[in-house]
């Protein structure tokens, strides 16, 4: 029997994919865990005990206004003091500020803002796209006319109502020619001009938007009617010259209608870039993108050309490629079902509508649903089945942009996605956090991502008797919709991560004897005095968890939260090659831990508490390396499982062991 040393500096590669479980030639086997459960990669490597939870508010649980239909989280930052998480269901909208449910909405009395005018359902709710300006926000549906909310002069102010277009743009589903009778005179070759027919009644009202085409050479769009032989009108291409066409060598050009309306659909995608607005796709026109006029938001229609004129453009591929998201990048970025483009602009030059054209980068295809998520280094989006996350970045070197696999590694905690967030950094100690909801088994896929290290490291975070539905970020503030089964019945809960809590849906405060909590009566809580873990407690019927004696400085109750993480079988490199088939023991481990108070190693529980220590105080925050002995057991995979079953705090930043082989079978 042979004994060996070795040690695990870091987690930086976070849970590894099982498919990956031979692949112990990769540098990043040495770095990574087999599961990561209820844990955060930090920068610097280690990882530590993920947030708890703060219960916030319940949802509508039953009725055609039941969160069960549908929700969504859509933030909203209004200016640098005042940032909202806004929480979509069936035909209402909450307002959170601060971790705080907004009440008495618009003086109602009402915690909600009726939305059942602008028929923003629950079913619909899956696939809005929303976009911001200052006070407006613009949300979109394909089978919804476009809306914006509106933030008025207090927290508690708002309105909501649809877009009203100052123009939209026109095209032709059923196009038809005729040849009117008589001779028709341009008042100009180009520009601005009037077009007067000689036959009474040529032209009429729904003239507007229509075309008149001359013969050899000249075309123009009808803007303005003013009688039955006059209209006003912009040429796309120059007459000949001002005398009068004959009959019979021009036509009207007719069928064109709003491209955007209850018969052939609306908008599904929405951004602002570079002055404009832009809607992308429709159900009549899925490949076609519109920008607005400069500085006029609500103005589609293309009328002079001018450089600040609305641009109009639609993806002529080999493909179907239905607009599903766009994005104001580096780029005007769209993202489809059958591929990532991006409008590409030289140096500085805006887009004009003589250079908005679409180039094609990759053929993924983004999955519908699940909002882009832009980082400094590029743009993160889920592809089409679900099944891999990927970053959509411009290449210096190709002078293009490229798509490479962001969860190459772990693609195994992609279990058909739904929502996707992203919480960028705000200290040293953490990493931009991508967070990802499933459906299939209500977890959360969590990437701590250091692009410009190349450091991408996976986690999971589960919550008991509860799945996560929905996620979305307020500046630095997660939130959170979990479903929870409470005595039962599933319950809908507005949460919010807070890095100070240990359980989840939880309430905390000061000096008390007791605490409410009815949202999860009849299940089992953790209970925290003054910083000491108390005995776990069964919610009563009626809601109230009594302590067994009264907190004086602070208290937290909540839902347990399990934390477990296991390392990967041990490898160990000799000269004669590896020794991963042969049976090994871990003997010794010293655990290298920063401001922890509780650890268990192989479920053998770690002490940290000292002679002498009063128990029902609070454990001393230790830094520095625990050892522990007497681990038994041979085995060929000999991995070492750190957990946790208290709600205690917990960072862990390298393993040293020790390993006896054992060259039997």
Same mark, same amino acid.
């Given at each position: ?73 859509? !933030? ?68 919804? #006319?476009?809306?914006? $909310? ?55 009202? #729904? ?19 003013? +009688? ?25 050009? +007719? ?7 209850? /018969? ?8 602002? @870039? ?11 026109? *899925?490949?076609?993108?519109?920008? +607005? ?9 293309? /009328? ?7 641009? !109009? ?21 769209? $993202? ?17 509508? /003589? ?36 970053? $959509? ?18 693609? @195994? ?45 996976? +986690? ?62 009849? !299940? ?22 009594? $302590? ?58 770690? *002490? ?20 522990? @002995? ?7 995979? #000999? ?16 393993? !040293?062991?020790?390993? #006896? ?5």
């Amino acid at each position: 029997m042979a004994r060996f040393v070795s040690i695990q500096t870091n987690f930086s590669t976070g849970e590894l994919d099982p498919l990956l479980r031979a692949r112990v030639d990769l540098t990043a086997y040495q770095n990574a865990l087999e599961e990561a459960t209820n844990v955060v990669c930090q920068p610097q490597g280690g990882i530590r005990r993920r947030p708890g939870t703060k219960y916030i508010t319940s949802l509508p649980n039953g009725g055609a206004d039941s969160a069960a239909n549908g929700t969504r989280l859509v !933030e909203f930052e209004f200016s640098t003091t005042d940032s909202y998480m806004l929480c979509f269901t069936h035909n209402r909208m909450y307002v959170f500020k601060n971790k705080a449910l907004i009440t008495n909405i618009n003086g109602s009395g009402n915690s909600y803002l009726d939305t059942s005018s602008v028929s923003l359902t629950g079913a619909r709710l899956a696939n809005i796209v929303w976009t911001q300006s200052a006070d407006t926000l613009i949300v979109v549906h394909p089978d919804i #006319a476009p809306i914006k $909310f509106v933030r008025g002069g207090t927290d508690a102010t708002w309105t909501v109502s649809a877009i009203s277009f100052d123009s939209i743009p026109k095209y032709a589903f059923t196009a038809s020619f005729t040849n009117p009778a008589g001779t028709l005179t341009p008042s100009a070759v180009s520009g601005k001009i009037t077009l007067t027919a000689s036959g009474a009644g040529t032209f009429s009202a #729904a003239s507007v938007g229509q075309y008149v085409n001359a013969s050899p050479q000249g075309r123009a769009k009808i803007v303005k009617y003013t +009688s039955g032989t006059v209209v006003d009108a912009i040429t796309e291409f120059p007459f000949f010259n001002t005398t009068a066409i004959a009959n019979g060598s021009w036509e009207y050009e +007719s069928g064109y209608e709003n491209v955007w309306s209850a /018969t052939r659909g609306y908008p599904r995608s929405v951004t602002f @870039h570079e002055g404009r607005l832009y809607f992308g796709g429709s159900k009549s026109r *899925p490949s076609t993108i519109w920008g +607005s006029k400069v500085g006029l938001f609500f103005d589609f229609e293309a /009328t002079e050309g001018l450089d600040d004129d609305a641009v !109009e453009a639609t993806l002529d591929t080999n493909t179907f490629n239905a607009i599903v998201d766009i994005i104001s990048g580096r780029d005007l970025q769209v $993202f489809t079902t059958g591929g990532e483009f991006y409008v590409p602009q030289s140096g500085l030059d805006p887009i004009t509508p /003589t250079n908005f054209f679409v180039k094609t980068a990759s053929r993924n295809g983004i999955k519908e649903g699940i909002r882009v998520q832009q980082l400094e280094s590029g743009t993160l989006f889920v592809q089409r089945q679900g099944k891999s996350l990927n970053e $959509f970045a411009y290449t210096d070197t190709q002078l293009t942009y490229v798509t490479q696999k962001i969860s190459l590694l772990a693609g @195994h905690l992609l279990l058909t996605p739904t929502r996707m967030a992203l919480r960028r950094s705000v200290a040293t100690d953490e990493n931009d956090l991508l967070l990802i909801t499933n459906s299939d088994d209500g977890s959360m896929a969590v990437f701590s991502l250091l692009r410009a290290q190349n450091v991408i490291a996976p +986690s999971k975070f589960t919550t008991v008797d509860g799945l996560f539905v929905d996620v979305s970020v307020d500046i630095s503030t997660i939130y959170t919709v979990a479903k929870r089964n409470v005595n039962g019945t599933y319950q809908y809960f507005v949460e919010s991560f807070d890095n100070t809590l240990l359980t989840d849906s939880s309430k905390s405060g000061g000096a008390a004897a007791s605490v409410s909590m009815s949202h999860v009566a009849t !299940e089992e809580v953790n209970i925290i005095l003054d910083g000491a873990v108390q005995a776990n407690q069964t919610v009563p019927g009626g809601g109230t968890v009594t $302590f067994t004696r009264s907190s004086t400085t602070s208290y937290e109750v909540g839902l347990p939260i399990t934390v477990r993480a296991i390392t990967m079988p041990v490898d160990l490199k000799l000269q004669t090659g590896t020794r991963i088939g042969f049976k090994k023991r871990i003997v010794e481990v010293n655990a290298i831990v920063a401001d922890t108070q509780h650890l268990k190693i192989n479920t053998i529980q770690v *002490p940290f508490r000292e002679f002498g220590d009063i128990l029902d105080e609070q454990v001393a925050e230790y830094t520095g390396t625990k050892t522990l @002995h007497g681990i038994l057991g041979y085995s060929t995979e #000999a991995r070492i499982t750190i957990e946790q079953d208290v709600p205690l705090k917990m960072t862990l930043l390298g393993l !040293e062991y020790k390993v #006896a082989t054992h060259q039997g079978t």
